[in-house]
């Protein structure tokens, strides 16, 4: 026996007391049951499964244990009468997905020292407003670090300020670092790594002093993602995939940059922390928020929320996905080059239309045609004849799409920028940094870009690429990338939706 309680006999008492040999308890065990009014498990239990307490007519009160690491999705759901769930843990369980909260006479009960770190859970945030602080008298001693001085909270350390132009705003900032991880100075020299990976790269590296530079600083519970209390509420999904509470990266940045009229533009860095000695899991994502209002602006436009994975002590491969995310995705609104397989979806063309209306996925388009794609100035241009071409993938889809070239850095994360991505980059930097009175060029832009130029003669793939005759280049292999997520919210909107 492996101490999962998978199965109840159909008969159970009204109070039900799980065994002291029961460690985990599975999916939907306590479903639908019509006469169960309670439910109370000692703290050797550590898991239950999803649905575990819904659909019960009856069910009223349900104690969990102190030691309970992950509860599957909406374990509450559709159980009207429950009226009190006792959560002993200290740290929130990690919870897959709550959507229904309007059980109408819930009340949820967690240590009074741990109410913030509840309500600050992606998941259980959502449970807000029926929780209230308990003093449990029994609960068991932590076996993990847990933080104490969360002083240092919301701390806002100016990196660097910009020397020319009006500011461009990037703040960083770290989740999963405890308190004496912010003493020891791990939290300041993880967060200057992170800037200076972001500006090891061109154009990022010619224009930093257009920059506005933040760090904020964050205390976790604890370190690392084996259990909760992060402050942000990051967490990893399936994949790659990596999220967290975008209202708190929005309020923490909107304090850091100090100006409401600012965060229509402003990026938002997030690095979760990992322990490094095991095991670690690359994970990044971008998360797209759109401007409160288009009118007027002639680049690609909008605030985000990147989060990513510390993959190693060095920054050199956590930079990669760094730059990937934040200065790809997150600044420059770029598509991934990657792709699965299959054809793009109608779908997803009317997706790529639409947005390329704002000027966002300037690096892939629907068409092959050299004359109308994005990026026909660079193909027409013998200057970018050894880089530009036009090679069938991207956007994840493997025929329909086309991108500017075979690798980038928004395909394996290696290399640099193409030479359509670094324009996109330039000219939203130079928009950004002096507003509408600029008025620079495509030749201003080559001039500057005869630093990434390549002048080497190109690969067969390359010279297969460019227009006339036209003729299919091979596909690359497929990446295991996340794909941008489109919240379809401003960054006002996400703080209201949190509230």
Request: proline content about 5%.
């Amino acid at each position: 026996m492996d101490g999962t309680l998978r199965y109840l006999v159909p008969a159970i008492d009204a109070d039900y007391v799980v065994p002291g040999e029961v460690t985990a308890l599975g999916d939907q065990l306590f479903q639908s049951r019509p006469t169960l009014r309670s439910v109370t498990m000692g703290d050797q239990v550590t898991s239950i499964g999803d649905y575990a307490f819904s659909f019960s007519p009856a069910l009223k009160t349900v104690t969990l244990s102190a030691n309970l690491a992950s509860i599957g999705s909406n374990p509450f759901q559709y159980s009207q009468e429950l009226e009190s769930v006792y959560c002993r843990g200290i740290l929130p369980p990690a919870c897959r997905v709550i959507e229904d909260t309007a059980n109408p006479k819930l009340t949820i009960y967690v240590p009074s020292q741990a109410l913030r770190f509840y309500t600050e859970d992606t998941q259980w945030e959502k449970y807000w407003n029926v929780m209230k602080p308990f003093d449990y008298t029994d609960l068991p001693k932590p076996d993990f670090y847990l933080s104490t001085d969360y002083s240092r909270e919301g701390e806002v350390t100016v990196y660097q300020k910009a020397s020319k132009g009006n500011g461009i705003d990037i703040v960083f900032m770290g989740d999963a670092y405890s308190d004496r991880q912010v003493a020891d100075g791990t939290y300041l020299r993880d967060m200057t790594a992170c800037a200076e990976q972001y500006f090891a790269i061109e154009p990022y590296k010619s224009f930093r002093e257009l920059f506005n530079i933040y760090f904020v600083t964050t205390v976790s519970a604890t370190e690392g993602y084996e259990r909760g209390g992060r402050s942000l509420g990051t967490y990893m999904g399936n994949g790659t995939f990596i999220g967290g509470n975008n209202a708190k990266c929005f309020k923490l940045a909107r304090e850091a940059v100090g100006s409401d009229t600012r965060m229509d533009e402003v990026l938002v860095v997030v690095c979760g922390n990992q322990d490094l000695s095991g095991t670690v899991r690359v994970c990044g994502t971008c998360h797209f928020f759109e401007p409160e209002s288009w009118t007027g602006r002639d680049y690609a436009c909008g605030p985000a929320v990147t989060y990513f994975t510390k993959t190693d002590a060095s920054f050199k491969e956590t930079g990669k996905v760094l730059r990937h995310e934040s200065g790809g995705h997150g600044f420059a609104k770029l598509a991934d080059e990657y792709h699965y397989s299959g054809s793009v979806s109608m779908g997803d063309q009317e997706l790529i239309r639409n947005h390329s209306a704002h000027l966002w996925y300037s690096n892939v388009d629907i068409t092959s045609d050299p004359v109308q794609v994005k990026w026909a100035k660079f193909l027409s241009d013998d200057r970018y004849k050894n880089e530009v071409g036009l090679y069938e993938g991207g956007f994840t889809y493997q025929y329909g799409v086309w991108r500017p070239s075979e690798n980038s850095i928004m395909n394996d994360n290696q290399g640099g920028f193409n030479a359509p991505s670094r324009y996109t980059i330039w000219y939203r930097i130079h928009k950004l940094a002096y507003g509408s009175s600029w008025n620079g060029t495509y030749e201003d832009f080559v001039a500057y870009d005869a630093v990434n130029r390549t002048t080497a003669a190109p690969t067969a793939a390359a010279a297969a690429s460019r227009p006339g005759p036209w003729r299919s280049a091979r596909v690359r292999a497929p990446r295991p990338h996340h794909p941008p997520v489109i919240t379809g919210e401003t960054w006002r909107q996400a703080i209201r939706s949190a509230q």
